[in-house]
């Protein structure tokens, strides 16, 4: 099943058919740079955020949530629709913050020093499981998020169109500098250089 955020705006339009073109306008607005759910865009009118609700749900359920002594830093642990589970980290610092996001549920790539690799694959994550990573712990700060990193759970390059879509997203929707986000790799060298021509 689709969520609200694994939908760009052709998506968002097509979700939106038989609603004046202003809404898709509203939604993204909303979504993106008000970072509000679904249910608080009071643009949109109350049946309208229903039906989308029921039809593109939220892809993560908090389980839990740990903020370090200091408080500068958070780890989230999410549930996702079919039962597995990631984590998502939030570091904050006097002049930045920073996302640290998972690309699969498990990995593949098996590195010894990693418990993630340790524990094997289960699958890769959508766009929208990826980009709701980042507007959910924006929610719980207030400074901007100013960087991303893919150095969550998984191999980035090994989840490749999702994680290139993502990177789209919170670039042209968000307005995270590109010079902003990092993706981190074991070393898919093929996928490195696809990464290099876009």
Known sequence: ???????????????????????????????????????????????????????????????????????????????????????TVLMGYPDRATVCVSTQAGCAMACRFCATGQAGFERHLSVGEIVEQVVKAARTTEQRISNVVFMGMGEPLANYDATWAAVERLHGAMGISARHLTISTVGLVPRMRQLATE
């Open 1 to 87: 099943m689709s969520t609200i955020l694994d939908l760009d705006r052709v998506g968002l339009d097509a979700a939106l058919d038989g609603e004046p073109r202003y809404r898709v306008d509203q939604l993204w607005d909303g979504l993106y740079r008000q970072l509000r759910p679904l249910e608080e865009i009071s643009g949109l009118p109350r049946g309208l955020r229903q039906r989308l609700a029921e039809q593109l749900p939220d892809a993560l359920v908090d389980v839990t949530s740990r903020t370090a002594d200091d408080g500068a830093t958070t780890k989230f642990l999410w549930r996702l629709g079919d039962g597995a589970t990631i984590e």
